[in-house]
Nanobody, 114 residues
């Protein structure tokens, strides 16, 4: 059974940083496009960042220059480094894996507040 398990969420002050991690139990992790999505209260889930099997990253305009996605194929991990956090970044962050089939984690809550 495929599992994506996120960790690293929490409460942080505006301007602070957090690093999210996603551990994937995918048999061939390296072929998957991995991504981070988020859903704020009362809003639809939206793309934050993706990273291809080859390491090419793509970001939502709202996080460009502040967030960095990376992956460790040997350890089947994907990360999201979030800097200069803003209150509008508050959301549940979900890990996503896509290759023919799509998988989702259960999410980790990030709250940006003073």
């Amino acid at each position: 059974q495929v599992q994506l398990v996120e960790s690293g969420g929490g409460l942080v002050q505006p301007g602070g940083s957090l690093r999210l991690s996603c551990a994937a139990s995918l048999s061939i992790f390296s072929i998957y496009r991995m991504g981070w999505y988020r859903q704020a209260p009362g809003k639809q889930r939206e793309l934050v960042a993706t990273i291809t099997s080859g390491g090419s990253a793509n970001y939502a305009d709202s996080v460009k220059g502040r967030f960095t996605v990376s992956r460790d194929n040997a350890n089947k991990m994907v990360y999201l480094q979030m800097n200069s956090l803003k209150p509008e970044d508050t959301a549940v962050y979900y890990c996503n894996a896509q290759y023919v089939t799509e998988y989702w984690g259960k999410g980790t809550l990030v709250t940006v507040s003073s």
